[in-house]
């Protein structure tokens, strides 16, 4: 099962739940995901590709690209933390 389209029209892109969300099977959905990816990375070199938008791409180059993602996200994270807790800075 494939998540559920988060997103509203492009041109906003506004965010929102589904009515029906369900963290436990969407958090599930998610570690599998993660671990379908880790067992199809395990057999393969930093060099090898794939074809991403019509081009080679390497799995070095995907490992770079979700650093960045998640570098970027955690970032988002940090920013609803302070506005829970209130503690900003280091």
Known sequence: M??????????DADF????DADWDADLGV???ECDD??????????EDTGIRNGQPCSLR????HMI???ARHNGHADLLRELVDGA???
Do not use: I, K, N
Request: without cysteine; glycine residues 8%; negative net charge.
């Open 61 to 64: 180059w995907v490992y770079v």
């Open 37 to 46: 990816s880790r067992a199809t990375a395990a057999v393969l070199g930093l």
């Open 16 to 19: 929102f739940l589904p009515d």
């Open 88 to 90: 900003v800075g280091w």
């Open 2 to 11: 494939r998540p559920a389209w988060l997103w509203g029209a492009e041109e």
């Open 68 to 70: 960045e993602e998640y």
């Open 30 to 32: 998610w570690r599998a």
